[in-house]
Structures are given as structure tokens and as C-alpha cells.
């Protein structure tokens, strides 16, 4: 028969183990949450990792068989105990999340309690005793796991513990249904395989539900550094046109808003007026009295220029002891704003915030309608300021 003609060969029959089934299927999360780990290094995912790796263990044990019944035994007890030990740390997940540190003193001292139980039980115990309380106690956890996850859901607003909490609670009504046949009925494995098939199932929606808290906190947190980042930006950005002083705006910031104050000038005829003023007797006091007490009073009148002045108006420090104010109103507004400026200044001097001898000497221009920048309307303040100046004392006075 030539080599073509030849018939291929029949498969074997494959059977396949729930046990073994399982176990892999955990390993295969486990799988992927460590490579999830690797992006996202947080200890409740290392708890998850332990969780599935144990639930791989345990179910690759009760996936053989053992002649020796002693020997059978001990391994049944190992088994149950390695599925209480995954669930408790399915909880301490769920405790750890999103940042806490790894704890292990605590749970060690309950899994050295248990493994006492269950490794050493069936030498003293009926078999079906302590058998029973491995998925009674796993219950336990699992129903307190499913109540701490609905909290972190309530908490965070994310479905992936909605999912995990869900599947927390299917999976404690299996083990209060797989203790009650190890308890009340005769070993019967058909009844455990239905048992351990649903068990897959509702392993492979907590599961999904792991990997999408993991992907909705690393997305929380890239929001947060976004809101942080935007934050520190907006802060970099106050302190570069605030003067650090006097809390007021900078020679930046009016250079960075006088195109767009005279682009509005112009095309909605807006008013727009500059009110220069000047602090008499400033370097005098400085002089004599020292640079903090100088600081102090260019800090008190910052703070009072500002409490003047609208929110859509502006006070900007010109330099030492001058400072502008951009007035959107007109000619005769500014002009009556600089009359309630000196009386104000003056009303809070006799109050006492400020030394005696002080005092404001003010300019008032407005931009006119086809201005192209503000530059000849701060010469034109700044000249009537001096002005201002000269008229109040002696040329040989001013400071």
C-alpha cells in the first residue's frame, strides 16, 4: 500500500480530571496575576498569587489516589487545609487593598493553629469530622471576604470588587454545601464533581473579577497623578506671576494679559485704565527702620490694594516699592477709585496697621480706543503719579 493510502492512526481516549482541571486553571491565574504584579506591585496582589497557588496544591492532591488510607488521610487533611489557608488570604487581600503593607504575623499564628487541625486530626478523629470542617471554615471566610469586597466596592466605586465580592458568596454556599456532604452523606465523588464543576465556574468570575480591580486601581491612580500633576502645574504657574512678597501679581503676568486685555479693549470697546501708585516716604522707613519692617509694610499694603479692587481687576507689584493696578472701567471711575484708595490708605494708617508718615501718591490714565499696548498708558500713570508726588511736599523731599 503506497504511503499515501495508508490510514492515519485512531487517537487514544483521553480522560480528563475535574481536580486536575482545576489546578491548572489556577495556576493559570496565578500566571496572570503575576504578570500583573510586575506592572502593579501591591501586597494584595501577592495574597490573590498565594490564594491561587494554593487552590492549585490542594487540588492536585485531591486529584490522586492514595492506598494507604493513612496516608490518604493525612493528604485529604492537607488538602483542606491549603483551601482554608487560600481563602484567608483571599480576605487579607481584600483588607490590604490598595496599598497596605504585607502582614504575616497574624495569619501565621491561625494557619499554625489550623494545620495542628487538620494534619494531626485524623490520627485522633473521625476522618468525616475534621474533613467537614475545612469547607465549613472556608465558608466562614469566604462569607466574611464577600463582606469586606462590598465595602471596598462601596468605597471605590469599582466593579471589579462587585465581582469578586459576588463570586465570594457562590463560592461560600458550595463550601456550606460541600461540608454537608462530607458530614451527613457517603463519600460520593459524583457529588463533589458537580460540586468542584461549579467551584470552576465561579473561580473563573473571580478571576476576571481580580484582573479588573487591578486595572481599575492602576487607572484610579493615573487619575490621581493626573489631578496631582495638573495641580502641581497650576501651582508652578501662580508662583511664577506672584510676586513671593506681597501675594500680589508680577510684571509676568501683566506682560502675559495685556495682549488680551487690549484685544478685548479693541474689538468690544471694554474701558481699561491703569491706576500707578507709589508709597511716599517708603525708603526712609526702610532705611531706618530695617528690611523686615519694610517687608512688613509692602505686605499690609499689598494685602490693602488687593481688598480694593475687584476680582476683574488686577494688582500687579511693579517693582520696589510701586505698584499698578488695571482698572476695566474709565477715566473718571479710576480717577474716583484713586480718591477712595488715599482716603482708605489713610483711614487705615490712623488705625494702626501701618507706620505714621506714610502715604499713597496715585496717576491715573486710560488706554485710549485704538491703543496697540499699554506701555505709553503706564508712562503716562506713572508720570501723573509723579506728579502727584511733586505736589504733595517739597521736590527736595520726594522719596
Not at 481536580?19 to 495556576?27: Q, R, S
Not at 492537607?78 to 495569619?107: H, K, M
Request: aromatic share 10%.
Amino acid at each position: 500500500m503506497p504511503p499515501e493510502a495508508q490510514p492515519l492512526p485512531s487517537l487514544l481516549p483521553m480522560t480528563i480530571s475535574p481536580g486536575m482541571f482545576a489546578a491548572y486553571g489556577a495556576l493559570l491565574a496565578a500566571a496572570m496575576l503575576g504578570i500583573l504584579y510586575l506592572y502593579r506591585g501591591r501586597a494584595f496582589v501577592v495574597y490573590w498569587i498565594g490564594s491561587w497557588l494554593l487552590i492549585a496544591a490542594s487540588m492536585m492532591l485531591l486529584a490522586q489516589a492514595y492506598d494507604d488510607a493513612r496516608l490518604g488521610s493525612v493528604v485529604l487533611g492537607l488538602a483542606q487545609l491549603l483551601g482554608v489557608w487560600s481563602a484567608g488570604l483571599i480576605l487579607l487581600a481584600a483588607e490590604a487593598f490598595p496599598d497596605e503593607p504585607l502582614r504575616w504575623t497574624g495569619p501565621l499564628k491561625v494557619a499554625a493553629a489550623t494545620a495542628v487541625w487538620f494534619l494531626a486530626g485524623p490520627f485522633f478523629l473521625p476522618l468525616r469530622v475534621v474533613l467537614s470542617t475545612g469547607p465549613a471554615l472556608a465558608a466562614v471566610l469566604f462569607g466574611w471576604a464577600s463582606l469586606r469586597y462590598f465595602r471596598l466596592g462601596r468605597r471605590t466605586r469599582h466593579a471589579g470588587a462587585y465581582v469578586i465580592c459576588g463570586g465570594m458568596v457562590l463560592t461560600c454556599a458550595t463550601s456550606v454545601a460541600a461540608a454537608g456532604v462530607v458530614f451527613d452523606v457517603e463519600w460520593g465523588p459524583a457529588a463533589f464533581n458537580r460540586l468542584l464543576a461549579f467551584n470552576i465556574a465561579i473561580s473563573m468570575f473571580v478571576a476576571l473579577g481580580m484582573q479588573l480591580l487591578v486595572f481599575e486601581d492602576m487607572t484610579d491612580e493615573l487619575r490621581r497623578q493626573k489631578r496631582d500633576l495638573e495641580f502641581a502645574n497650576r501651582e508652578i504657574k501662580n508662583l511664577a506671576i506672584t510676586d513671593p512678597l506681597t501675594g500680589c501679581h508680577n510684571r509676568r503676568f501683566f506682560e502675559e494679559i495685556e495682549r488680551r486685555e487690549i484685544q478685548r479693549h479693541r474689538r468690544y470697546g471694554a474701558p481699561l485704565s491703569i491706576v500707578f501708585t507709589d508709597v511716599n516716604h517708603f525708603k526712609r522707613f526702610n532705611d531706618t527702620m530695617g528690611h523686615e519692617v519694610g517687608d512688613r509694610i509692602l505686605t499690609n499694603i499689598g494685602a490693602f490694594l488687593r481688598r480694593q479692587v475687584r476680582e476683574s481687576d488686577y494688582v500687579i507689584r511693579w517693582g520696589g516699592d510701586e505698584f499698578l493696578i488695571l482698572l476695566t472701567c474709565g477715566y473718571s471711575e479710576a480717577q474716583r477709585k484713586a480718591t477712595e484708595l488715599k482716603v482708605a490708605f489713610e483711614r487705615e494708617r490712623v488705625a494702626g496697621s501701618l507706620p505714621d508718615g506714610l502715604g499713597l501718591s496715585i496717576g491715573v490714565a486710560s488706554a485710549p480706543v485704538d491703543a496697540d499696548s499699554l506701555a505709553e498708558t503706564v508712562r503716562e500713570a506713572d508720570s501723573r503719579m509723579y506728579q502727584d508726588k511733586m505736589g504733595d511736599r517739597p521736590a527736595s523731599s520726594v522719596q
